[in-house]
């Protein structure tokens, strides 16, 4: 019983162990894949930005003809 019972001890750590470790790489996952949806929010912002900057020159050229 001794023997069973300590066999039944170490199967529990090593199933402690592997969720710890899968908890760790989902997380991991997360975080990669949160950093990835901010990047891709950034580029679009600065895209749009620079898409604005572009249109506004436009009125402006047409004011500087009209002077």
């Known amino acids: 019983n001794q023997n069973r019972l300590e066999h039944t001890i170490a199967n529990l750590d090593n199933s402690a162990e592997n969720l710890q470790a899968a908890e760790s790489r989902i997380r991991d996952v997360d975080m990669a894949k949160e950093m990835m949806n901010f990047t891709k929010t ?11 900057a572009q249109a ?3 009125p402006q050229g047409v004011l500087q003809l009209l002077r």
Request: proline content about 0%.
């Open 42 to 52: 950034n580029i679009l912002t600065q895209a749009a930005q620079a898409m604005l």
């Open 56 to 58: 506004n020159q436009a």
